[in-house]
């Protein structure tokens, strides 16, 4: 763990401010979940909560039959982190953080498909992989992450029934959160 040298108190409510840098650096928005850890030495330690992080070994399992379906290699994310990989190595991706374009398309609510005009969409910065289509995943009102089938190749171009793919798996993926 990581000293700060920032030093906070607690108020009458119990509140503690998180100073803006640790946000900004966390990307941690206002309204995003933390859950609290303690330990026996007395340390108090917030992370950020991913609900869709629960659904790891349930997404990783999704993401394997949608690679095998959709014949293209498959990454399920929730907002700041790649959960999921099939298809392609792991090691890539896996647990990397996303990239500021892809949180900007799962604030977007849109889904969004790789054409000739359009700018590439890179899942995390400095991996030679973008996405061909990315749906973001939609549960209980709130974004929570994405899921994307992904390609090296600047010509693939994804058809209907992959476009329908993902959007089926972002759509299922919510409910199942939801549940």
């Known amino acids: 763990m990581k000293a700060t040298g920032i030093v906070?108190?607690?108020?009458?409510?119990?509140?503690?401010?998180?100073?803006?840098?640790?946000?900004?650096?966390?990307?941690?928005?206002?309204?995003d979940p933390l859950e609290i850890y303690t330990n026996n030495d007395g340390e108090v330690i917030f992370k950020k909560y991913s609900p869709i992080g629960e659904l790891s070994s349930f997404a990783a399992q999704y993401a394997d039959v949608l690679h095998k379906t959709g014949g293209l290699p498959t990454v399920v994310c929730d907002r700041d982190h790649v959960i999921a990989v099939s298809g392609a190595p792991k090691k890539e991706l896996l647990e990397r953080r996303v990239s500021h374009s892809l949180e900007d398309i799962m604030e977007s609510r849109k889904n969004v498909v790789q054409d000739k005009e359009g700018p590439e969409i890179r899942p995390v910065e400095g991996i030679d992989r973008h996405a061909v289509?990315?749906?973001?995943?939609?549960?209980?009102?709130?974004?929570?992450?994405?899921?994307?089938?992904?390609?090296?190749?600047?010509?693939?171009?994804?058809?209907?029934?992959?476009?329908?793919?993902?959007?089926a798996a972002a759509s299922f993926l919510g409910k199942q959160m939801e549940q």
């Open 133 to 167: 289509v990315c749906s973001p995943i939609i549960s209980s009102g709130d974004v929570c992450g994405s899921v994307m089938f992904v390609s090296s190749d600047e010509d693939t171009h994804p058809t209907e029934a992959q476009v329908k793919l993902i959007q």
């Open 8 to 31: 906070r108190r607690i108020d009458d409510l119990g509140r503690v401010v998180i100073p803006k840098e640790i946000r900004r650096t966390m990307r941690i928005r206002e309204g």
